[in-house]
Protein backbone atom coordinates (compact mmCIF):
# COMPACT_ATOMS: atom_id res chain seq x y z
CA UNK A 1 0.00 0.00 0.00
CA UNK A 2 1.38 3.45 -1.05
CA UNK A 3 0.68 7.03 1.37
CA UNK A 4 0.86 9.98 -0.79
CA UNK A 5 2.27 12.45 1.62
CA UNK A 6 1.66 16.51 0.36
CA UNK A 7 3.66 18.93 2.57
CA UNK A 8 3.83 22.62 2.42
CA UNK A 9 6.99 24.21 3.03
CA UNK A 10 7.92 27.13 6.29
CA UNK A 11 6.10 25.02 8.79
CA UNK A 12 3.10 23.61 7.15
CA UNK A 13 1.84 21.18 7.83
CA UNK A 14 1.51 16.97 6.47
CA UNK A 15 -2.07 15.43 4.42
CA UNK A 16 -1.28 11.85 4.12
CA UNK A 17 -3.79 10.08 1.44
CA UNK A 18 -4.32 6.68 0.95
CA UNK A 19 -4.03 5.13 -2.32
CA UNK A 20 -6.91 3.18 -3.36
CA UNK A 21 -6.85 0.25 -6.00
CA UNK A 22 -8.32 1.83 -8.84
CA UNK A 23 -7.51 5.64 -10.29
CA UNK A 24 -9.13 8.73 -8.29
CA UNK A 25 -8.81 11.91 -7.50
CA UNK A 26 -6.22 11.13 -5.45
CA UNK A 27 -4.37 8.77 -7.06
CA UNK A 28 -3.64 10.41 -10.45
CA UNK A 29 -0.89 8.33 -13.27
CA UNK A 30 0.03 11.84 -14.05
CA UNK A 31 3.81 12.71 -13.15
CA UNK A 32 4.42 14.26 -10.02
CA UNK A 33 6.83 16.53 -12.03
CA UNK A 34 3.68 17.51 -14.10
CA UNK A 35 1.49 18.30 -11.30
CA UNK A 36 3.89 20.06 -9.05
CA UNK A 37 6.92 21.17 -11.32
CA UNK A 38 9.56 22.83 -9.21
CA UNK A 39 11.40 25.17 -11.51
CA UNK A 40 9.85 28.54 -11.39
CA UNK A 41 9.69 28.74 -15.75
CA UNK A 42 7.70 25.77 -15.96
CA UNK A 43 4.56 26.33 -18.61
CA UNK A 44 2.35 24.86 -16.89
CA UNK A 45 2.64 27.68 -13.69
CA UNK A 46 4.66 30.76 -15.65
CA UNK A 47 4.56 32.36 -12.14
CA UNK A 48 5.49 30.41 -8.95
CA UNK A 49 2.87 29.93 -6.13
CA UNK A 50 2.93 33.16 -4.00
CA UNK A 51 1.53 33.62 -0.13
CA UNK A 52 1.83 36.74 1.62
CA UNK A 53 4.51 37.47 -0.85
CA UNK A 54 6.56 34.57 0.10
CA UNK A 55 7.63 31.34 -2.19
CA UNK A 56 5.55 28.57 -1.37
CA UNK A 57 7.22 24.87 -2.23
CA UNK A 58 5.53 21.72 -2.52
CA UNK A 59 6.89 18.07 -2.02
CA UNK A 60 4.87 14.45 -2.35
CA UNK A 61 6.39 12.12 -0.77
CA UNK A 62 5.52 8.16 -1.39
CA UNK A 63 5.07 5.77 2.10
CA UNK A 64 5.00 2.22 1.61
CA UNK A 65 3.46 0.52 4.18
CA UNK A 66 3.61 -3.29 5.38
CA UNK A 67 0.70 -5.14 6.01
CA UNK A 68 0.36 -4.36 9.77
CA UNK A 69 0.74 -0.78 9.03
CA UNK A 70 -2.11 -1.49 6.31
CA UNK A 71 -4.30 -2.49 8.91
CA UNK A 72 -3.71 0.01 11.04
CA UNK A 73 -4.72 2.70 8.32
CA UNK A 74 -7.39 0.92 7.47
CA UNK A 75 -9.24 1.27 10.84
CA UNK A 76 -8.68 4.80 10.81
CA UNK A 77 -11.38 4.77 7.98
CA UNK A 78 -13.79 2.21 9.01
CA UNK A 79 -16.93 3.94 9.76
CA UNK A 80 -18.26 4.24 13.26
CA UNK A 81 -22.01 3.20 12.09
CA UNK A 82 -20.90 -0.39 11.42
CA UNK A 83 -23.97 -2.62 12.28
CA UNK A 84 -21.23 -5.77 13.17
CA UNK A 85 -18.22 -3.77 14.54
CA UNK A 86 -17.12 -6.98 16.11
CA UNK A 87 -17.59 -9.23 12.59
CA UNK A 88 -14.48 -10.25 11.65
CA UNK A 89 -13.77 -9.32 7.74
CA UNK A 90 -15.36 -11.68 4.99
CA UNK A 91 -17.53 -13.49 7.59
CA UNK A 92 -21.40 -12.74 6.82
CA UNK A 93 -23.65 -11.02 10.24
CA UNK A 94 -24.76 -13.83 12.28
CA UNK A 95 -28.42 -14.69 11.27
CA UNK A 96 -31.56 -13.73 13.58
CA UNK A 97 -34.10 -16.08 14.75
CA UNK A 98 -37.87 -14.25 15.45
CA UNK A 99 -40.80 -15.08 16.11
CA UNK A 100 -44.13 -15.10 18.18
CA UNK A 101 -45.96 -17.75 19.61
CA UNK A 102 -49.54 -18.77 21.08
CA UNK A 103 -49.57 -21.33 24.05
CA UNK A 104 -53.35 -22.75 24.90
CA UNK A 105 -54.87 -25.72 26.13
CA UNK A 106 -55.22 -28.00 23.19
CA UNK A 107 -52.20 -26.75 20.96
CA UNK A 108 -49.68 -23.93 19.99
CA UNK A 109 -48.85 -22.03 17.24
CA UNK A 110 -45.90 -19.93 16.16
CA UNK A 111 -45.53 -18.11 13.66
CA UNK A 112 -42.02 -17.19 11.69
CA UNK A 113 -40.94 -15.12 8.92
CA UNK A 114 -38.68 -16.53 6.04
CA UNK A 115 -36.45 -14.31 3.96
CA UNK A 116 -36.79 -14.27 -0.09
CA UNK A 117 -34.66 -15.34 -2.09
CA UNK A 118 -32.61 -14.03 -4.95
CA UNK A 119 -30.44 -15.33 -8.23
CA UNK A 120 -27.38 -13.35 -9.56
CA UNK A 121 -27.52 -11.72 -13.23
CA UNK A 122 -24.48 -12.19 -15.21
CA UNK A 123 -24.57 -8.47 -15.29
CA UNK A 124 -23.38 -8.38 -11.42
CA UNK A 125 -26.96 -7.46 -10.18
CA UNK A 126 -29.20 -9.79 -8.28
CA UNK A 127 -33.18 -10.70 -9.04
CA UNK A 128 -36.04 -11.72 -6.54
CA UNK A 129 -36.05 -15.34 -7.77
CA UNK A 130 -38.77 -16.59 -4.87
CA UNK A 131 -40.39 -14.30 -2.59
CA UNK A 132 -40.44 -14.76 1.13
CA UNK A 133 -42.83 -16.42 3.30
CA UNK A 134 -44.81 -16.91 7.13
CA UNK A 135 -44.12 -20.75 8.61
CA UNK A 136 -47.10 -21.34 10.64
CA UNK A 137 -46.41 -24.55 13.00
CA UNK A 138 -49.01 -25.90 14.65
CA UNK A 139 -48.16 -28.63 17.67
CA UNK A 140 -51.09 -30.67 19.39
CA UNK A 141 -51.39 -30.61 23.28
CA UNK A 142 -49.72 -33.66 25.05
CA UNK A 143 -50.52 -32.71 28.81
CA UNK A 144 -50.82 -29.57 30.79
CA UNK A 145 -48.52 -26.89 29.17
CA UNK A 146 -46.82 -29.83 27.35
CA UNK A 147 -46.84 -30.17 23.82
CA UNK A 148 -45.76 -32.71 21.03
CA UNK A 149 -43.36 -31.02 18.52
CA UNK A 150 -42.92 -34.37 17.00
CA UNK A 151 -46.40 -34.44 15.75
CA UNK A 152 -46.33 -30.60 14.46
CA UNK A 153 -47.82 -29.85 11.27
CA UNK A 154 -46.89 -26.60 9.12
CA UNK A 155 -48.69 -24.44 6.76
CA UNK A 156 -46.67 -21.66 4.59
CA UNK A 157 -48.84 -18.16 4.21
CA UNK A 158 -47.77 -16.86 0.79
CA UNK A 159 -47.95 -12.76 0.89
CA UNK A 160 -51.43 -12.89 -0.93
CA UNK A 161 -52.37 -15.08 2.04
CA UNK A 162 -50.86 -12.91 4.75
CA UNK A 163 -52.61 -9.52 2.99
CA UNK A 164 -56.23 -11.79 3.16
CA UNK A 165 -55.35 -12.25 7.04
CA UNK A 166 -54.65 -8.82 7.49
CA UNK A 167 -57.61 -7.53 5.86
CA UNK A 168 -60.36 -9.94 8.08
CA UNK A 169 -62.46 -7.93 9.68
CA UNK A 170 -63.84 -9.28 13.29
CA UNK A 171 -66.63 -11.28 11.46
CA UNK A 172 -64.50 -12.26 8.44
CA UNK A 173 -62.68 -15.51 7.34
CA UNK A 174 -60.99 -16.91 4.82
CA UNK A 175 -59.40 -20.52 3.52
CA UNK A 176 -56.37 -21.52 2.36
CA UNK A 177 -55.40 -24.88 0.39
CA UNK A 178 -52.06 -26.26 -0.12
CA UNK A 179 -51.07 -29.15 -2.23
CA UNK A 180 -46.99 -29.25 -1.39
CA UNK A 181 -46.80 -31.73 -4.05
CA UNK A 182 -48.99 -29.86 -6.98
CA UNK A 183 -47.02 -30.28 -10.69
CA UNK A 184 -45.37 -33.57 -8.90
CA UNK A 185 -46.04 -37.26 -9.61
CA UNK A 186 -47.29 -37.12 -5.67
CA UNK A 187 -49.80 -35.12 -6.66
CA UNK A 188 -53.18 -34.87 -4.23
CA UNK A 189 -51.73 -37.40 -2.24
CA UNK A 190 -50.81 -34.37 0.83
CA UNK A 191 -53.54 -31.98 1.37
CA UNK A 192 -53.48 -28.80 3.62
CA UNK A 193 -56.31 -27.03 4.43
CA UNK A 194 -56.39 -23.98 6.73
CA UNK A 195 -59.35 -21.96 8.06
CA UNK A 196 -59.20 -18.92 10.33
CA UNK A 197 -62.81 -17.85 11.18
CA UNK A 198 -64.40 -15.95 14.26
CA UNK A 199 -64.99 -16.90 17.37
CA UNK A 200 -68.65 -17.46 18.30
CA UNK A 201 -68.11 -14.51 20.91
CA UNK A 202 -66.64 -12.47 18.28
CA UNK A 203 -63.25 -12.53 20.74
CA UNK A 204 -61.29 -13.15 18.11
CA UNK A 205 -60.32 -16.25 15.32
CA UNK A 206 -60.04 -19.91 14.84
CA UNK A 207 -57.19 -20.89 13.37
CA UNK A 208 -57.60 -24.56 12.11
CA UNK A 209 -55.68 -26.82 10.33
CA UNK A 210 -56.07 -29.91 8.66
CA UNK A 211 -53.69 -31.87 6.95
CA UNK A 212 -53.98 -35.45 4.94
CA UNK A 213 -50.98 -37.21 4.16
CA UNK A 214 -51.73 -40.47 2.01
CA UNK A 215 -47.60 -40.65 1.88
CA UNK A 216 -47.47 -40.89 5.71
CA UNK A 217 -50.97 -42.13 6.73
CA UNK A 218 -51.41 -38.51 8.87
CA UNK A 219 -55.00 -37.31 9.19
CA UNK A 220 -54.21 -34.27 11.69
CA UNK A 221 -56.80 -31.72 12.51
CA UNK A 222 -55.02 -28.86 14.94
CA UNK A 223 -57.27 -26.15 16.23
CA UNK A 224 -56.64 -23.02 18.47
CA UNK A 225 -58.45 -19.48 19.29
CA UNK A 226 -56.28 -16.51 18.80
CA UNK A 227 -57.70 -13.56 20.78
CA UNK A 228 -58.25 -10.03 19.59
CA UNK A 229 -54.97 -8.85 20.85
CA UNK A 230 -53.35 -11.93 19.85
CA UNK A 231 -54.60 -11.25 16.44
CA UNK A 232 -53.18 -7.46 16.57
CA UNK A 233 -49.81 -9.08 17.47
CA UNK A 234 -50.10 -10.71 14.33
CA UNK A 235 -51.56 -8.76 11.52
CA UNK A 236 -49.15 -5.64 12.86
CA UNK A 237 -46.13 -8.07 12.65
CA UNK A 238 -47.54 -9.08 9.08
CA UNK A 239 -47.72 -5.30 8.12
CA UNK A 240 -44.19 -4.63 8.80
CA UNK A 241 -42.49 -7.68 7.55
CA UNK A 242 -44.65 -7.47 4.50
CA UNK A 243 -42.02 -5.75 2.00
CA UNK A 244 -39.25 -7.80 3.58
CA UNK A 245 -40.84 -10.79 2.12
CA UNK A 246 -41.28 -9.10 -1.18
CA UNK A 247 -37.18 -8.26 -1.30
CA UNK A 248 -38.00 -4.42 -1.33
CA UNK A 249 -35.87 -3.51 1.19
CA UNK A 250 -33.20 -4.88 -0.70
CA UNK A 251 -33.77 -2.40 -3.52
CA UNK A 252 -34.17 0.58 -1.02
CA UNK A 253 -30.79 0.14 0.69
CA UNK A 254 -29.14 -0.29 -2.83
CA UNK A 255 -30.14 3.26 -4.30
CA UNK A 256 -26.88 5.29 -4.35
CA UNK A 257 -28.09 9.18 -5.04
CA UNK A 258 -25.12 8.88 -7.47
CA UNK A 259 -26.63 6.05 -9.58
CA UNK A 260 -30.30 7.26 -9.91
CA UNK A 261 -30.03 9.52 -12.66
CA UNK A 262 -27.05 6.92 -14.59
CA UNK A 263 -29.64 4.07 -13.79
CA UNK A 264 -32.58 5.73 -15.05
CA UNK A 265 -31.29 6.76 -17.87
CA UNK A 266 -29.83 3.12 -18.90
CA UNK A 267 -33.12 1.16 -18.02
CA UNK A 268 -35.38 0.77 -20.94
CA UNK A 269 -38.53 0.18 -18.78
CA UNK A 270 -37.96 3.81 -17.95
CA UNK A 271 -40.00 5.13 -20.67
CA UNK A 272 -42.75 2.81 -19.05
CA UNK A 273 -43.26 5.75 -16.42
CA UNK A 274 -46.59 7.58 -16.44
CA UNK A 275 -44.89 10.84 -16.29
CA UNK A 276 -42.80 10.47 -19.63
CA UNK A 277 -45.84 9.44 -21.60
Not at 7 to 12: I, K, L, M, N, Q
Not at 22 to 47: G, V, Y
Amino acid sequence: MVIHSVCAGRGGGVISIPQPNKLSAFNSAIPTSILFPRKKNSSLFPCPLQYHSKNVSLCVKNQYLTPQDQNHEQQKFTPYDSRFPSQPAGQFPPRVYVGYSVYKGKAALTVEPRPPEFSPLDSGAFKLSKEGYVLLQFAPASGVRQYDWSRKQVFSLSVTEIGHIISLGASNSCEFFHDPNKGKSDEGRVRKVLKVEPLPDSSGHFFNLSVQNKITNVDEKIYIPITKAEFAVLVSSFNFVLPYLLGWHTFANSIKPEDANRLNSTNPRSSDFEWTR
